[in-house]
């Protein structure tokens, strides 16, 4: 059961990518009714296996805005990150962020 959470989290916070990237690019309409789709069907299974979070999180309408939809899949991530910091750390230490070095051009005269 620990490894579907898992396994539906990571599902979840690839959700919130693509809702974040479907609102910046502001692609067709099917992309943000995917991502709802999506969220939706995660949130029920999630809410089968901890039922303790009916009454906390909603399933979404389907012309829910790619933002409202980024913003719902990361506040259900954090229910969970904050009850198991197994799921942040695994998340985090895969996708860290680093500065790029400028890569210099010498030129030859």
């Known amino acids: 059961m620990e490894q579907e959470k898992t396994k539906l989290l990571n599902v979840l916070r690839r959700i919130a990518r693509s809702a ?3 609102a910046w690019v502001k692609a067709e309409p099917a992309a943000a009714r995917f ?3 999506q969220y939706n069907k995660v ?3 999630l809410q089968e296996l901890e039922p303790s979070i009916q009454s906390l999180f909603t399933t979404l309408s389907d012309d ?3 933002e409202v939809t980024r913003m719902a899949a990361r506040e259900l991530l954090a229910y969970f990150e904050a009850d198991e910091p197994e799921y942040a750390w695994a998340y985090r230490g895969r996708f860290r962020c680093r500065p790029h070095r400028a890569r210099v051009i ?4």
Not at 106 to 109: I, L, Q, R, T
């Open 43 to 45: 949130l029920t299974r």
């Open 20 to 22: 974040g990237y479907t």
């Open 35 to 37: 991502c709802v789709t």
């Open 106 to 109: 010498s030129m030859c005269c």
């Open 64 to 66: 829910t805005s790619p």
